[in-house]
């Protein structure tokens, strides 16, 4: 079995290529031990023989390459900490997973040392880890050529053109998701007169947050609906960014997908506001991605999406 690991905002999902999938919101699984996080890793995806766990963790600008995770030095990071919710959850799970004996690679962020188009190292970090899962399962099953937004928790939205990553917009840079949001006028003040952190601010500069709500499920009808109608626009003008950059590299009609928990309800709107076809992703997309890269390096694949697989 070939499994693959999104470490997302909220949750921690575990897949198979083939689809099957199970998530464990990171608060429980800050509570759980190792033993427990492997067995029920083991019997929601239905089996105990592992071939290969392709993992991702938090940011991964420690990384240019796909490495074994006993390689990785500081699990994959530059500074432990960063920028997004540090609840333990995510480390529990990596631990649980080097100690577990399953042979696992550790996937890289993209990041102002990876190789991309160079105009977007002006920013220190473009997407996490998981995203380029996200990537390689769009670009395994659907497209060699496309812009993906995952607009959720936060917004990240990255291209690949001709089966390599070019780019990526981070979610402290542009746009806002409904929990974080990169640093407006105000949050600057907030931080400068010490109310708060930068991460702090981080966290709670998205749509929802702004409007006092911890979910879409505590929104009155209006209120949702205004919600997803700011995430539908911000999304729509950050994949557009992206493709300026992609009519620069010669390659003007990529395929656009969307992802994140609301993404079938945000892909009707972001289409109008393009004037494209933008097809959703299913929440799992991420992690069957990186399973997806697992089972082909497993297999013998040097390169995933540019990067190079040092195994």
């Not at 939205?157 to 929990?179: E, H, N, R, S, Y």
């Not at 006092?212 to 209120?223: D, H, I, M, T």
């Not at 928990?261 to 992690?287: F, I, N, T």
């Amino acid at each position: 079995m070939f499994i693959g690991v999104d470490h997302g905002t909220t949750a921690i999902r575990f897949a198979t290529p083939e689809g099957r999938c199970w998530d464990l919101a990171r608060q429980e699984a800050s509570h759980l031990s190792a033993e427990d996080i492997v067995e029920r890793i083991a019997q929601n995806l239905g089996h105990d023989i592992v071939d290969l766990v392709a993992l991702s963790y938090s940011m991964g600008d420690g990384l240019t390459r796909i490495v074994r995770l006993q390689d990785a030095p500081n699990r994959g990071l530059v500074r432990l900490d960063g920028a997004g919710q540090h609840v333990g959850g995510g480390t529990k799970v990596f631990e649980a997973i080097k100690a577990s004996g399953w042979p696992a690679i550790l996937l890289p962020g993209i990041h102002r040392a990876s190789d991309i188009d160079p105009r977007l190292k002006v920013f220190s970090h473009g997407m996490s880890p998981e995203k380029v899962g996200l990537a390689y399962g769009v670009f395994r099953g659907k497209s060699n050529s496309f812009i993906v937004c995952d607009a959720s928790s936060n917004t990240v939205t990255f291209a690949v053109l001709q089966g390599k990553i070019v780019g990526a917009i981070d979610a402290p840079i542009f746009a806002p998701g409904l929990m974080q949001g990169p640093l407006d006028v105000e949050a600057i003040r907030g931080v400068d007169s010490g109310k708060m952190t930068a991460n702090q601010a981080f966290n709670c500069g998205g749509i929802l947050s702004k409007m006092g709500r911890a979910n879409l499920e505590q929104c009155l009808p209006e209120e949702e609906r205004v919600a997803l109608e700011s995430l539908s626009l911000f999304a729509a003008m950050e994949i557009n960014a992206l493709l300026v950059l992609c009519r620069d590299w010669g390659e003007p009609n990529p395929d656009i997908f969307l992802a994140g928990s609301p993404a079938a309800k945000l892909s009707p709107r972001v289409c109008e506001l393009l004037g494209r076809v933008v097809w959703p992703l299913d929440r799992c997309a991420a992690a069957v991605g990186c399973a997806w890269i697992a089972k082909d390096v497993f297999n013998g694949s040097k390169s995933i999406l540019g990067l190079e697989v040092e195994i």
